[in-house]
């Protein structure tokens, strides 16, 4: 196979499996797939359990869609926004028979599919889109047992002289390769997500406002706050992404700390007194605790996340200058209570996961709330900014509000 760089395809294999992220190894996939083929186009649907008409059933959700052409058609450091849907895992379109049969599908033209094919192609999506398919190579992802994770389509084979053109055998070859070598790094990544959504399953059944998609969605705006932050602050791309993998776990274990708190206070149906607001507050403590002797860098991430995420810019947020694992205040105000962290004090994921959070709580419902408009969310980050919010981090969110609305409707509320 002329022009193919082994080589590098090899090295490739190897970054991959250090990607802890499952959402972010699937978009670093698609990424990768793309490049080794020249496709201009993609996306990559995942294996979801949905109720449909009373009884659960598979289906492929999309999780990311990329496309040259038209990230193009941005301003620098935007991302594509793509439309969430689902297929059926059926003969019916490409990626569902793909997924069906468990095998490569290879589509020339999509305009031109045999009418002996038993799947086709709906042209209403590049009408939608403003974007034309022509070729098409989907290939199933699946774990090292053989279960299926999702499938990984690829679209617009693009030639050195950046016209469209099938995908070759060699393409097969490569894009089979690739499929199979990153199954356990797919496996790898799914376990630890399983891994954190159990302990986050521990923390629900103790506060019913910390639940998987509230993690899954806090966790995902993080990430989008950072990303754009990172690019306004000239951080390079692979140094962006190390972060971004950690960030993604540790932003989901935010609240862990919450499992140590009484049921009595966590499920209260109403506002907390302020005695039992100085209980609450201590879980930021209890989580931090749980990163003590950090091992890899998530630990440390995670530790400042759980303990700094109620901090204020201000100074006035919580648990303040205090050591968790001794509770020795390490910087006590003239009462002996310990001082807030302000500023630049609080770590970066600190501060950006403090807005993730608060968003998506006034966001959603609560048992003791109904959820907020947007407009009136919005108006609250606004004000808050230099006083509760790093007033940088705030102008950035709004930079990226329409990523903030597709992970809210990539993590729905059940």
């Given amino acids: 196979m002329p022009g193919v760089d082994f080589k590098l395809i090899v090295k490739l294999d190897a970054e991959l499996n250090q990607i802890q992220d499952l959402d972010l190894l699937l978009?670093?996939?698609?990424?990768?797939?793309?490049?080794?083929?020249?496709?201009?186009?993609?996306?990559?649907?995942?294996?979801?359990?949905?109720?449909?008409?009373?009884?659960?059933?598979?289906k492929l959700a999309i999780k990311y869609a990329q496309n040259d052409t038209k990230s193009k058609e941005l301003p620098p450091g935007q991302k594509l926004i793509y439309s969430i849907f689902s297929l059926g895992i059926n003969e019916r379109t490409v990626s569902g028979y793909c997924a069906l049969t468990r095998k490569l599908v290879n589509v020339p033209d999509v305009y031109n599919i045999s009418p002996s094919a038993p799947y086709s192609y709906n042209t209403g999506y590049d009408k939608i889109s403003g974007y034309k398919t022509t070729s098409t190579l989907a290939m199933p992802l699946q774990s090292p047992e053989g279960r299926l994770l999702g499938v990984l389509q690829i679209i617009n084979s693009m030639d050195e002289a950046g016209g469209v053109v099938p995908f070759s055998p060699d393409d097969e070859i490569i894009i089979t390769h690739f499929a199979n070598s990153t199954s356990l790094a797919l496996q790898k990544a799914s376990i630890?997500?399983?891994?954190?959504?159990?302990?986050?399953?521990?923390?629900?059944?103790?506060?019913?406002?910390?639940?998987?998609?509230?993690?899954?969605?806090?966790?995902?705006?993080?990430?989008?706050?950072?990303?754009?932050?990172?690019?306004?602050?000239?951080?390079?791309?692979?140094?962006?992404?190390?972060?971004?993998?950690?960030?993604?776990?540790?932003?989901?274990?935010?609240?862990?700390?919450?499992?140590?708190?009484?049921?009595?206070?966590?499920?209260k149906p109403s506002r907390f007194t302020p005695e039992e607001y100085a209980v609450i507050q201590h879980h930021t403590l209890y989580g931090a605790g749980l990163?003590?002797?950090?091992?890899?860098?998530?630990?440390?991430?995670?530790?400042?996340?759980?303990?700094?995420?109620?901090?204020?810019?201000?100074?006035?947020?919580?648990?303040?200058?205090?050591?968790?694992?001794s509770g020795l205040v390490l910087k006590p105000d003239p009462q002996g209570r310990p001082l807030g962290k302000k500023g630049e004090e609080i770590p970066l994921p600190g501060r950006i996961v403090a807005i993730a959070d608060v968003y998506d709580a006034l966001c959603s419902r609560r048992v003791y709330k109904e959820p907020w408009s947007e407009a009136e969310v919005l108006g609250e980050l606004k004000k808050m900014a230099g006083f509760k919010f790093d007033p940088e981090l705030i102008e950035v969110f709004f930079e990226i509000l329409p990523n903030i609305r597709q992970i809210q409707s990539l993590y729905p509320e059940s």
């Avoid at 190390?242 to 960030?247: A, F, I, P, S």
């Fill in 291 to 325: 990163f003590e002797d950090p091992q890899f860098p998530v630990d440390i991430i995670a530790r400042d996340v759980a303990l700094t995420h109620h901090e204020n810019w201000d100074g006035s947020g919580y648990p303040g200058w205090i050591d968790p694992v």
């Fill in 27 to 58: 978009e670093r996939i698609l990424l990768e797939a793309r490049k080794v083929v020249r496709a201009d186009a993609g996306s990559i649907y995942v294996v979801e359990r949905v109720e449909d008409n009373g009884r659960m059933e598979e």
């Fill in 192 to 267: 630890t997500r399983a891994m954190i959504l159990r302990m986050i399953k521990m923390s629900e059944l103790r506060d019913p406002g910390e639940t998987g998609t509230h993690v899954n969605r806090v966790a995902g705006y993080a990430v989008e706050i950072y990303d754009r932050w990172a690019f306004h602050h000239q951080v390079p791309q692979k140094e962006r992404d190390r972060y971004k993998d950690t960030l993604k776990i540790a932003a989901m274990l935010h609240d862990v700390g919450k499992v140590a708190i009484s049921d009595i206070i966590l499920k």
